[in-house]
C-alpha cells in the first residue's frame, strides 16, 4: 500500500497545476500568433470594375497569380500543393467567368487590369 501511494504522489507531483497549463496555452497561443501573425481573411478577389461582378476565389485567384508570374499547370500544382488536373479545372472556371476561350487569352484580359496589385503575394 505505502509503494502504491509514494506512485500517486509521484504522479500528482509530476503533473501540471492548472495555472501553468493556463499559462502554457497563453505562451502556445502567442507562438501560433508569431509565425501566422496575417492571416488571410479574404474568400474573393475582384477582378476590376470593367467586369462587374466577376470575381476569382482564393485558390482561382493563387493558380491565376502563380500563372501570371510565368509557372507552368504542373509547377503551379506543385508549388499549391494541388493535382494539376485540379489547377486546370479552376483555369476552366475562370475562362469562363471572364468569358475566354483560351487561357493565353484569360492571362492578356488579366494583365490589363490591377488584378496582380490586388493579389499582391498570393
Known sequence: MEQSSKIVDNLCLSQPSMPDW?????????IKADRHPTQITRR?????ARYGD????????????QIMRGRTVKSTALFLGLSPRTVEYY???MKAKMKCRTKS??????ADTEFMTTIGRF
Open 22 to 30: 493556463d499559462k502554457f496555452q497563453v505562451k502556445l497561443q502567442k
Open 54 to 65: 466577376v470575381y476569382f476565389t482564393l485558390r482561382e485567384a493563387q493558380c491565376m497569380a
Open 91 to 93: 483555369l476552366k472556371n
Open 44 to 48: 474573393h478577389f475582384k477582378i476590376d
Open 105 to 110: 487569352e484569360l492571362m492578356q484580359l488579366i
